[in-house]
């Protein structure tokens, strides 16, 4: 009963937040999804209905770095790392972010602040 209810409140958050945030060719919204260990990032073009990019930390370039553990703040920070650079190649500087209902701390923070020092404007 309590996670039925859990799941309504974060959907809620969800749109409402969706209501006011809107991608652009000049200016995706950048989706973040998280697990228990991952962390998932998608540019979205929501004019276009086109996703511009994709990344998690399950991508074999992050595994190289050598992070045994993922579900945790630095391994955010590498994350966020990678997906900085990779914006920057796909000629990305500026974003609007979508944290999918979840709370503004922990990875989510960590992740966020690592883009804004990699030079993205979010």
Known sequence: MKTALR??????RQHRARKKLVGTEERPRLHLHR??????AQAINDIEER???????????LRKRGKSQWGNV????????HMAEAL???KIGKIVFDRGGLPYQGRIRAFVETL???????
Do not use: D, W
Not at 7 to 12: A, G, Q
Not at 35 to 40: D, N
């Open 116 to 122: 804004r020092e990699g030079g993205i404007q979010v």
């Open 74 to 81: 630095e391994a955010a920070k590498e994350f966020g790392k």
């Open 7 to 12: 799941k309504e409140k974060k959907k809620t």
């Open 88 to 90: 920057k190649q796909n």
């Open 51 to 61: 996703t511009l990019l994709t990344s998690s930390t399950l991508n074999p370039e």
């Open 35 to 40: 697990t228990h260990l991952h962390l998932y």
